[in-house]
Structure formats: C-alpha cells, structure tokens
C-alpha cells in the first residue's frame, strides 16, 4: 500500500523524527497511529522490522515469523487499521463507477479466474458497478480440435463456420454458468456473525445477462466469407443501466443478435471496448495473462494517449493490428493529437479534442448514416498475431488507445496471474499494472510571457480579498519561469508558482489561484497533484506554503502546520511578519505511477522504447 500523505494532526517535530527513522527500529518506537483528531503513539517493544528483516506481516492475517522475530498484534493491528484509512478516499473515488472489465480467455480457462471473480464481489459490495466480458477463443479453439476441426482467422476476426459457431454457443454456455457458480456465494460469514445477524448477509451476488447486443453479420470483405461472425451494432444502454442499478453485476456475451433472429459470433475485445464506450464507463479494465513491459524488462505503469498513440503508429509497418488502428482512428487526427513539446501542451480527453470525429472504415465501425460517429463500435483484436504474441501486448494496447480516444478516461491493462491484482491497482496510488489515460492534466503547462495578462486577472481576486499578496507585473514576469497555469480554452483559468530551494531538497508553493467560476471542479487538485509531480522530477522531498485563509484546503491535502524554523532560512528572510501567516509542509512520497507530465521531465524510457 502507498504511503499515506501527512495527516491534518501530525505535528511537524514528530514529523521530521518519522523521516529519520524507519516505522519499526530497535527497542522502543513510536510508531505514527493516524486518527481523525491527529497522532497517537503505539509503544511497540523490543521489535525491528526494517528492509533487511525477514518478518512478514499480514496485514489481515497473523504475523509470519521466519527469522525468530515474535508476532506482534499491536504492530498487525496498526497496520490494519492504516490499511483502512489509506484506502478511504479510494472508497469514495470508486463508488458508484462502472467498470468494464474484459477477462480475457486465457485467464478465463486458468486457475486464477477465481480469485478475480473473489475480488470483483469483494468491489461490487463497496459500491462499484461491474460489466463483464469474458474472452471465449481458447476454448472455442479446444473444442474444435476436439471435434475435429480447424480454428480458422483472418485477421483480428473468426471465420464462424457451422462447426464454430455450435462450439462458441456451447463454451458460452459453460463459462456463464461457471461465472454465475462462482459470483453467487458471496463472502464468507465465519467471522461476521459477531457483529449480528442480517438477511443480506446470505444473498449471493445478483448476475444479469440477456440480449443486450444488437449485431450485424460481418459479411463478406476482400473476398472472404465470415459466416456467422457478427459485428457490434448497437450495446443496449438503457437495460444494462436498469439491471447496474438494481444492484447486479452484468455479464455480457460475446454472441449478438441480428435484427433477423440469427445468433452471431463476435470479437470479445470488439464487444468489450464498444460497451465500455457506450456506457461512459469510468474505467476499462482488461486482464490479460501477462504483464506490460519495456526492451529492460520493466513494467511501463503509465502510457498518456499520446504516447500510447505514437508507439502505435511506429509499429504500424510491422503490425496488422497497429496498421489497422492507425486506419480507424484517421490520419488526420495525428497533427492534433501530437502533443507541441515547444508549448508544452496536453490535449483534452474527449474524442473533439483531436479534431474531426473519426471515420471507420472496413467494417471496424461505421457513421451513423448523417456523418456522425457511433460510439457503440469498438476495437476488434485477435487471430493470429495476438495468439503468436510476435508483437507482444501491441493489440492490447492499441485497443485501450482506441476506447481512450472514445470517451473513456482510463484503461487498466493487469496480469491476471498476480494476486489480488485488482485491489492492488484500484486501492495503491501507483498500481501495479499499465494505465494508458487521457485527461490527467488537461491545459496544464508551463507559463509564458504571453500568459501574463492571464495570470494576473485570475490573481486578481484573491489579492483583493488579502488571501494572497499583491504582485506587480514586474514581479509577475521576473517569476514567469516558476509558474504553472491551466489553459481551457485560450484562457487561463488557474496558475501556481513552485520556488525550489535545491539545499534544503523543498519548494514553496505561491501563488495557487483557481478562477473563481472553475472552482469546485477539481481543477486544483489537478495543479497541485502536478506541481508535485513537478517538485519530485526535482529532486524536491518537502513542499511548503504559507497561507492566511486557504489553511483547511490544504490540510486536507496533506499538509501538516509547522512552525517558521522549518522554512527554509533563505525564505524565512522575506517572510512579511506582519501578515501572520500559517506554515505548512508536506512530505512528497516518491512516485512510482510512472505518471511524468512532459512539460517539465523527459519521457520515460518505459515509453519512448517499450517493446511490446
């Protein structure tokens, strides 16, 4: 679990003693209790747990000791209870989202299906909305063979024959009822008892599914008959709403129906990508067999669109799937998608932002007849290159880049083979798979000598009211080089300036201003979360401010009070005593999401040379 940031009560001394010292140490150590009133000590005798321990601790389980250390339920106590509280704002970013989750076929015919579909329930209870697409290839594929036919692709798609059709019905059938076995128990009620006795308790998880692909036969292209394989025409919104909010999960197949009556066969990934486009889901979540990994060997954690995009493109001669999502998305869309390194500019997450809708071409999509785009098509992948895996998880990621240009703001690629892989990503800040994502700091970039006149007037009001001191256009532009500002629009609508004082590895944070008609939309958590990114590719491990009316907007993310001795002397010197201003600081955790805005660090070697 990350860190928590520095809480509301924590005194800055003990703070510092923290820093210096790991959680456990020899003898007696206070160890840091978060609570909501402030910090508490826990006195834990005569342990140490540091880097080179071999003590493990679970954290919802005993304490396993390999090296002779005794268990200590004060310290497993702790930590549960740290847990928790780190995972709270989780709890309330995620629920009430939907989430399209793909399970791909081979961690469906794998041992590790049941653990997700453990953790999934585990979820669903907290409040989160679930869309499943289970992958159905390799088990089509075995029962096939076993029938004595041959699996046959043409690109991404199946040729559904008679025979391939008959097996896709009948895998269908055995992985929906497994789910379905599997989802219904729900959570075991050994321990829960204690606490009462409910009728809830024994209600398994509701599962839905039913028709709600509407699809239409592939037909024939260059020459090739596809038979019974379908096309994703339209994903029923309304119905698989009704059923999400009457509390149930939502399996959705891969076989479609044809306005005819027939049964068609259709890409899982296509299906999946399609649904989650059409429902404006939160999040696309794919589990595949395998994790996402650079030429080094290393897990790229981040992708932005842009970069997803542009490492598509290059594999584009190479590859059929990254040729033909080139095809999809439309040339024309790269002048505007290409992000100005000079300006250092970060597109919009929605689909407008890169110019024209897309065009669809070859029956991966298509308009809706007045030259408009559905967003109920998706992005089909598989055959042979993906069986192969000549090309890696390619397909997999030009299928997130496609959902991310559609509308949806995050996907997740995760190893299925990692346990607890969901909790992992969805309750750790860094997470532990591959996010490709499109909005993470809209407008945000580095100030101009054209953005003065900006930045003054969204200043200008808090400098009025005496919540920020009053600067001169001269001062303004002597500092221009320090300030960060969000652009929507042609205007700047929030601006903040980070001062490093490279000695003492801190920053101060001045000058955080959010247009008062944009207030209230997350606009500032945006440009803090990025001036910290920002203070941490610096080398920065403390941030500071000093603040008369803006103190609670800030504890709350993470700031403690201090006095003035922990400002750094330099500062301190300038320091207008008159104002009474409030200190505060925050320890900057170090970032391993991968997440690094280009407008102040280079990228990664995770994304300029990742071999997928």
Known sequence: MAAASLSSGIPIRNYHRLLRKSIFSTSVTLIPKIDFGGIQSVKVSNIEVNSSCEEKINLLGDADSTGGIGSSSAVKDDLFVRFFREAWPYFLAHRGSTFVILISAEIVDSPHLDHILMDISLLHGLGIKFVLVPGTHVQIDRLLVERGSEPKFVGSYRITDSDSLSAAMDVWGRIHTIIEMKLSPGPSLSGVRRHGDKDHWYNGVSVASGNFLAAKRRGVVFGIDYASTGEVKKIDVPRIRERLDQDSIVLLSDLGYSSSGEVLNCNTYEVATACAMALGAEKLICVIDGP?????????????????????????????????????????????????????????????????????????????????????????????????????????????????????????????????VLLKELFQRDGVGTMVASNLYEGMRMARGTDLQGITQVLLPLEESGT????????????????????????????????????????????????????????????????????????????????????????RRGFSECSIDYIPEERRKKINISRRSKYYMKKLVPDKSGVCPNAFAPLDNSTSTCVL
């Open 292 to 420: 996402i990994l650079d030429e080094s060997g290393r897990r790229i954690r981040f992708l932005s669109l842009q970069d997803a995009d542009r490492l598509i493109r290059k594999r584009a001669k190479q590859s059929e799937t990254a040729a033909n999502y080139v095809k999809v998305v439309a040339q024309e869309d790269l002048a505007s998608l290409a992000c100005d390194d000079s300006k250092y500019t970060v597109p919009s997450p929605n689909v407008k932002a890169f110019g024209q809708s897309p065009k669809f071409q070859n029956g991966v999509g298509f308009d809706s007849g007045n030259g408009f785009w559905s967003n109920e098509q998706g992005f089909a992948i598989g055959g042979q290159e993906r069986a192969s895996r000549l090309n890696s998880y390619l397909s997999e990621l030009a299928a997130a880049a496609f959902v991310c240009r559609g509308g949806v703001q995050r996907v997740h690629l995760l190893d299925g083979t990692t346990g607890g």
């Open 468 to 555: 920020l001191i009053k600067r001169t256009k001269e001062e303004l532009l002597e500092a221009l080089d320090s300030f960060t500002v969000v652009e929507r629009e042609g205007h700047v609508i929030a601006c903040a300036g980070l001062f490093p004082f490279s000695e003492d590895k801190c920053g101060e944070i001045a000058a955080f201003a959010v247009s008062p008609e944009c207030r209230g939309q997350g606009c500032g958590d945006k440009l803090l979360d990025y001036i910290e990114k920002k203070a941490s590719s610096l080398g920065l491990q403390m941030l500071f401010v000093l603040t008369t009316r803006m103190a609670d907007w800030f504890v």
